[in-house]
């Protein structure tokens, strides 16, 4: 069990920083074709859900959104995950 609890952990602190290389790398490269290609993504997720109980009010919803790069830095933790076990 803590094998795969880490090995999510790791996958999704690659995909984070991936992502995070991403949008650093965007800041640099010109407008065009490129860019739109590597930052351009899509979102997996819900919508947003509300529970009101008149006291308080609880919304939770969860998206990732995929790009080139967090796929890249899942792919490299999964090879170096299988690689250093």
């Known amino acids: 069990m803590k094998k795969i609890l880490g090995l999510v952990l790791?996958?999704?602190?690659?995909?984070?920083?991936?992502?995070?290389v991403g949008?650093?790398?965007s800041l640099f490269l010109p407008d065009g074709?490129?860019?739109?290609l590597l930052t351009r993504g899509f979102s997996?997720?819900?919508?947003?859900a509300t529970l009101d109980l008149r006291?308080?009010?609880?919304?939770v919803g969860?998206?990732?959104?995929?790009?080139?790069?967090?796929?890249?830095g899942l792919v490299a933790?999964?090879?170096?995950?299988?690689?250093y076990r």
């Open 62 to 72: 969860v998206t990732f959104r995929l790009t080139i790069f967090s796929m890249l």
């Open 23 to 25: 949008e650093i790398l």
């Open 10 to 20: 790791v996958l999704l602190l690659a995909a984070l920083l991936g992502g995070l």
């Open 77 to 83: 933790a999964a090879v170096l995950h299988w690689k």
């Open 33 to 36: 074709t490129l860019k739109d």
């Open 55 to 59: 006291v308080f009010s609880l919304t």
């Open 44 to 48: 997996i997720g819900t919508s947003p």
